[in-house]
Nanobody
Framework: QMQLVESGGGLVQAGGSLSLSCAAS????????MGWFRQAPGKEREFVAA????????LYADSVKGRFSISRDNAKNAVYLQMNSLKAEDTAVYYC?????????????????WGQGTQVTVSS
């Protein structure tokens, strides 16, 4: 089974930057898309970014476009989320997810595997 482990969360001031990592372990199968989602208290899990594993094509939520950047390292079986110009409203638990059809990369219900999540708190 594929296992995903997020790291890099923490406390940062508004306007600052933070980088999240997601490492895949265990038996790794061919992946179509990997993504990042976030969930704030009292809100549903929302799409942040996704990347096609083979081609590198990316998708972003409008709320983070221009500020966040998703990337992947095929050799390391890892996906990253570079977050810049952070805002208080970015505060949430961030989850790494794997293996959704890229055409449905914005839909959390299409992903097969999920990490435990990492807390990102932005103070203002």
């Amino acid at each position: 089974q594929m296992q995903l482990v997020e790291s890099g969360g923490g406390l940062v001031q508004a306007g600052g930057s933070l980088s999240l990592s997601c490492a895949a372990s265990g038996r790794i199968f061919s992946v179509q898309a990997m993504g990042w989602f976030r969930q704030a208290p009292g809100k549903e899990r929302e799409f942040v970014a996704a990347i096609n594993w083979s081609g590198g094509i990316t998708l972003y939520a409008d709320s983070v476009k221009g500020r966040f950047s998703i990337s992947r390292d095929n050799a390391k079986n890892a996906v990253y989320l570079q977050m810049n110009s952070l805002k208080a409203e970015d505060t949430a638990v961030y989850y790494c997810a794997a293996d959704a059809p890229f055409s449905s990369g914005r839909d959390p219900a299409k992903y097969k595997y999920w990490g435990q999540g990492t807390q990102v708190t932005v103070s203002s």
